[in-house]
């Protein structure tokens, strides 16, 4: 089985820049999408960025030019650069593994594996 543990999350300011790492044991995942998710107080799981085993990236718009995801695939960690913080980026942040081979989807119930989560507050 696979386990995704997050971590990097914290209390920062808006402007400020945060970096999220997620490690995966049990399973290489080098073959495989990795995504970020989000999920704030009384919102829906939002897509914010996943990148495949081709390497190709993607985002949701509202972090494009702010956020850049990488894998480490030899630590089985995947990244999360987050710069120019705001207040609207602060929720629990999710990291998830796609098992299907090719899979770039931005829906949450296309990932298998979810890790716990990490959260990120951003203040004014």
């Known amino acids: 089985q696979v386990q995704l543990v997050e971590s990097g999350g914290g209390l920062v300011q808006a402007g400020d820049s945060l970096r999220l790492s997620c490690a995966a044991s049990?399973?290489?995942?080098?073959?495989?999408?990795m995504g970020w998710f989000r999920q704030a107080p009384g919102k829906e799981r939002e897509f914010v960025a996943a990148?495949?085993?081709?390497?190709?990236?993607f985002y949701t718009d509202s972090v494009k030019g702010r956020f850049t995801i990488s894998r480490d695939n030899a630590k089985n960690t995947v990244y999360l650069q987050m710069s120019s913080l705001k207040a609207e980026d602060t929720a629990v942040y999710y990291c998830?593994?796609?098992?299907?081979?090719?899979?770039?989807?931005?829906?949450?119930?296309?990932?298998?594996?979810w890790g716990q989560g990490t959260q990120v507050t951003v203040s004014t």
């Open positions: 998830a593994l796609d098992r299907r081979v090719g899979g770039a989807s931005m829906q949450s119930a296309d990932y298998d594996y």
């Open positions: 049990g399973r290489t995942f080098s073959m495989y999408t």
């Open positions: 990148i495949a085993w081709s390497g190709a990236k």
